[in-house]
C-alpha cells in the first residue's frame, strides 16, 4: 500500500476566510480509491459561507471545494469503474455509510453518516480537505464519469449547483415537456436551472429582483419570459401561470408572494439556504394545494444521470476561469455577487505557482 501522500492547499485558517498555501496529507490508496489529480474547481457560495464560519461549523484549517474536476492517476485492485487517464469529479460528498435504505437506494446524499467532500470527519477521524488541492483520495462509488462531449472547466460547477438543481426537478415533476416552470434568482445555481429546464422541453420564466439580468436571461440562457420579482404589474401578470418554481436563492425574501405565481398544485422547491427563518401565510400553501419543499443535492447515480444528461444537451456552466493566486478576490466578488455565474480555479496550471 502506498504511504500517505503530501498535497498542496489553499486553506482559511480563521473566520477572516483568508485562503492560503497549506501542505495537507491524503491517504493511502486504499483497495476501493481512486486517486485524482486535480485540474480545476469551481468556487460554490457553500465554500465563502464555509471559511467564514458563517455555519458555525467550521473546522480549521479548512480547505474548500466540491466542485472538483480532474484525471484519474491510480486506482485501487478492486476498483472496476476506473482506470488510469479516466476525466472524472468529485462532487459535495466522498463516503457513506454504503449500508443504510438511503444508502441502498442510491440516495448517499440523505445517509446519516454522510461524509462531505470538505470540513467533514473521515471514517479514520481525519477532517477532510476539498478541491482547492493538488490531489485527492476517493472510495470509487463518489467518483463520477465525465463524458468525453463535458469539457473539465466548464463541467466542474455540475457537481454541486447542476445536481442541486437537477435532483429536484426530477424528483418532484418539473422535467416534464410543455410544463412551466420558474427559476428564482439567477446566479451560480439558477442559470444551470434555466439550461437544464430547456433541454427538458420546458417553459422557463425567471423571477428576479434584477432587471438588468432581463436580457441575458432571455437572449444568452434561453429563458422563455422573465418576471422582476419587484415590479407588481409583472408579477400580476404571471400569478398562478407556474407549474413549479426552483428558488435557487440564499436571501430572507417575502415567499407569499412568490408562492402566488403557482398554479393550484404547484410546487416550490427551495435549493438556496437562507439565513434567517421563514415567515409562510398558511393561506398562501392551503387555498391551493401548494406545496413548498426543499431539496439537497443528490445520489451519485443521479449525478452520473445528471452529467450525462448535460453533455447530450450541451448543458454547461457559465464560468470564469481564474488563477490559484487570484483566489481571495474571487471570494470578494463572490461575496457582492460579482461573477457570471461560476468561478472556476485553473488548479492544474497555476496552484503551483500560487503556493511557491
Not at 163 to 174: A, C, F, N, R, W
Not at 330 to 343: P, T
Request: charged share 20%; net charge neutral.
Amino acid at each position: 500500500m502506498a504511504p500517505t501522500a503530501a498535497a498542496a492547499g489553499l486553506a482559511a485558517r480563521d473566520a477572516s476566510g483568508h485562503l492560503s498555501p497549506l501542505t495537507i496529507s491524503r491517504r493511502s490508496t486504499g483497495d476501493d480509491d481512486v486517486v485524482i489529480k486535480i485540474l480545476y474547481c469551481g468556487i460554490c457560495h457553500s465554500d465563502l459561507h464555509s471559511i467564514k464560519n458563517e455555519w458555525k461549523n467550521a473546522t480549521y484549517p479548512l480547505v474548500p471545494g466540491h466542485e472538483i474536476a480532474g484525471v484519474v492517476t491510480e486506482a485501487g485492485k478492486n476498483v472496476t469503474k476506473f482506470k488510469g487517464g479516466d476525466k472524472v469529479g468529485v462532487g459535495c460528498m466522498v463516503n457513506s455509510c454504503h449500508s443504510c435504505d438511503s444508502c441502498n437506494q442510491g440516495l448517499e446524499n440523505h445517509c446519516p453518516g454522510v461524509i462531505f467532500t470538505y470540513n467533514s470527519v473521515d471514517k479514520d477521524g481525519t477532517v477532510t480537505y476539498g478541491g482547492y488541492s493538488s490531489m485527492m483520495v476517493v472510495h470509487e462509488r463518489f467518483v463520477v464519469r465525465f463524458p468525453e462531449a463535458m469539457p473539465l472547466d466548464k463541467g466542474a460547477p455540475l457537481l454541486c449547483a447542476g445536481i442541486t438543481v437537477y435532483s429536484p426537478m426530477k424528483y418532484h415533476g418539473l422535467n416534464v415537456p410543455g410544463k412551466h416552470v420558474g427559476v428564482l434568482g439567477l446566479g451560480g445555481l439558477g442559470h444551470v436551472a434555466v439550461k437544464f429546464a430547456k433541454a427538458f422541453g420546458m417553459t422557463v420564466t425567471v423571477i428576479s429582483s434584477s432587471p438588468g439580468k432581463r436580457q441575458e436571461a432571455l437572449e444568452r440562457l434561453g429563458a422563455d419570459a422573465f418576471v422582476v420579482s419587484k415590479n407588481a404589474d409583472e408579477m400580476n401578470a404571471a400569478t398562478g401561470t407556474m407549474d413549479g418554481i426552483i428558488n435557487t436563492v440564499s436571501a430572507n425574501i417575502p415567499i407569499a408572494p412568490l408562492l402566488g405565481l403557482l398554479k393550484p398544485n404547484g410546487k416550490m422547491i427551495l435549493v438556496g439556504l437562507p439565513e434567517k427563518p421563514m415567515e409562510i401565510p398558511p393561506f398562501a400553501l392551503v387555498a391551493s394545494n401548494k406545496t413548498l419543499a426543499g431539496s439537497c443535492i443528490g445520489g451519485m447515480a443521479d449525478t452520473q444521470e445528471m452529467i450525462d444528461l448535460a453533455a447530450k444537451h450541451g448543458v454547461t456552466a457559465e464560468i470564469e476561469v481564474i488563477g490559484a493566486d487570484y483566489v481571495n478576490t474571487a471570494m470578494e466578488r463572490l461575496a457582492k455577487a460579482d461573477v457570471r455565474y461560476r468561478f472556476v480555479i485553473d488548479i492544474g496550471n497555476t496552484l503551483k505557482d500560487a503556493i511557491e
